[in-house]
């Protein structure tokens, strides 16, 4: 059984920073590939930024790129997201994923935490 635990979320103004934290426990590896996705009211969950075990190899989706920051303390477990210059759009429940793998081009998991809900104003 693995746990996964998000917080971290909020109201923030556009253009403002949030930082989320996941810590996970239970049966996984610190060298599981983990990552982050969101899910805005009315749409699919969307990629956001993965991260492997090394924390050298990260992947980021293209609305987010060069204003999220995915990292990651293996010592904690832990997987952190560095969220700047947030936009409405941004909008969304954002969802840890652990022990991540590529399925016919796209992430997929069966352990994810219970969300936490980023809201950015305009």
């Known amino acids: 059984q693995v746990q996964l635990v998000e917080s971290g979320g909020g109201l923030v103004q556009a253009g403002g920073s949030l930082r989320l934290s996941c810590a996970a426990s239970?049966?996984?590896?610190?060298?599981?590939?983990m990552g982050w996705f969101r899910q805005a009211p009315g749409k699919e969950r969307e990629f956001v930024a993965t991260?492997?075990?090394?924390?050298?190899?990260?992947y980021y989706a293209d609305s987010v790129k060069g204003r999220f920051t995915i990292s990651r303390d293996n010592a904690k477990n832990t997987v952190y997201l560095q969220m700047n210059s947030l936009k409405p759009e941004d909008t969304a429940v954002y969802y840890c994923?652990?022990?991540?793998?590529?399925?016919?081009?796209?992430?997929?998991?069966?352990?994810w935490g219970q969300g936490t809900q980023v809201t950015v104003s305009s």
């Open positions: 991260i492997g075990w090394s924390g050298s190899t990260t």
């Open positions: 239970g049966r996984t590896s610190s060298r599981a590939v």
């Open positions: 994923g652990t022990d991540l793998i590529m399925l016919r081009g796209t992430w997929t998991t069966t352990y």
